[in-house]
């Protein structure tokens, strides 16, 4: 190689260990793209009504600011209090548990070879070095509650710069490339935008209708502290495969508690809601969503996971749904499509 193609391959390397290095700094450009999306297609749609766009912009903010006054005056005081309740109820789950599984193993012979449960002192003392090890992982990231708030604060400044002039970022984005490669660039970044956006759409929907239900049914079932259940089973639909099976811990737990034949309702619930959205809602209403196979999905949260910490847990699914897109287009489409002509 000559001397250019050195110097390319060793600026390449040097950007590469860049951005792997300000990696959550990324992250958090990239979530400031999610919320632009969402706030950029709200935009969009009053339009149509001949509304001009900053005044649009002025519209949103101001009722994204109302409904989250209403939200935490309404909402958040008595989901707090039936947390700190639900939260008061785990020493008291344990032992019943405990208890159940001994008596289980005096009057079930062939459980003999199980070890006694321990006890939840015994418990949190086993526990104690992974979760001294979590809290260490997580304070890495948000190391404390000013650099929080100046985390929300540079998202929160990005988003509405980036929805006030949305063809100027797309513009300097689009200078990273080739000239000869910028149209195809701009068109696969369209098509980026549309995927995110449909996937914001459809996951708004999944977590109203998983919440819904889940509160509706907890209500017949007289399950006590049904507003944090279906808030947190909404919210927590959010994160696949691991979020809708957090969920059901919490009313299984009350449930244990105050009836016990109510764990198999809340279970036979909770699985007729996941096929209705896995069987109806999903093929129905969000047939525009992107679809992801579960194991892409799952290896993608392993993988943003490790990669990320929490934030990149919680953004895994955008994340899979704009790096599908690239990969579609760039690789499939425009590599390996074309292969037998290029040869």
């Not at 912009?57 to 101001?62: E, P, Q």
């Not at 008596?103 to 070095?129: A, V």
């Not at 639909?237 to 309702?265: R, Y």
């Not at 992801?292 to 934030?311: D, H, N, S």
């Amino acid at each position: 190689m000559n001397l250019g193609k050195w110097l390319g391959l060793s600026s390449f390397i040097i950007s590469c260990y860049i951005l792997w290095e300000i990696r959550q700094v990324l992250l958090l450009v990239f979530t400031a793209v999610v919320f632009a999306t969402a706030l950029n297609r709200l935009v969009k749609w009053l339009k149509k009504f001949k509304i001009r766009r900053n005044f649009a912009i002025v519209i949103i903010v101001i009722g994204i600011i109302f409904l989250s006054i209403l939200f935490g005056w309404l909402v958040v005081p008595p989901f707090l209090d039936q947390f700190q309740k639900l939260l008061a109820l785990f020493p008291n789950v344990w032992e019943r548990l405990r208890t159940n599984l001994i008596l289980l193993s005096e009057t079930q012979s062939r459980f003999d070879w199980l070890p006694p449960p321990p006890s939840l002192n015994d418990l949190l003392t086993r526990l104690q070095p992974l979760l001294t090890d979590i809290f260490a992982n997580f304070f890495t990231v948000f190391s404390n509650s000013l650099l929080i708030i100046l985390q929300l604060i540079f998202i929160c400044f990005l988003t509405i710069t980036m929805v006030m002039a949305p063809k100027k970022y797309r513009y300097l984005f689009l200078k990273l490339f080739p000239s000869f490669y910028r149209k195809r660039g701009e068109e696969i970044l369209t098509l980026s935008e549309v995927a995110l956006g449909n996937w914001l759409t459809g996951v708004t929907i999944n977590c109203l209708f998983i919440g819904t239900l889940s509160g509706l049914g907890l209500l017949v079932l007289q399950v006590k502290l049904v507003l944090v259940h279906a808030l947190l089973a909404g919210l927590l639909n959010f994160i696949p495969n691991v979020g809708p099976a957090t969920s059901v811990v919490f009313p299984l737990m009350v449930a244990l508690l105050d009836e016990p034949w109510k764990i198999w309702a809340i279970l036979i619930w909770y699985f007729i809601i996941q096929n209705i959205e896995s069987y109806w809602l999903t093929p129905t209403v969000m047939a525009k969503q992107v679809s992801l196979l579960p194991a892409v999905t799952l290896m993608a949260q392993i993988f943003f996971a490790r990669t990320f910490g929490i934030l990149g847990l919680l953004l895994a699914l955008p994340l899979a749904v704009v790096a599908k897109t690239w990969i579609e287009e760039v690789l499939f489409k425009d590599i390996l499509d074309p292969w037998d002509s290029i040869v």
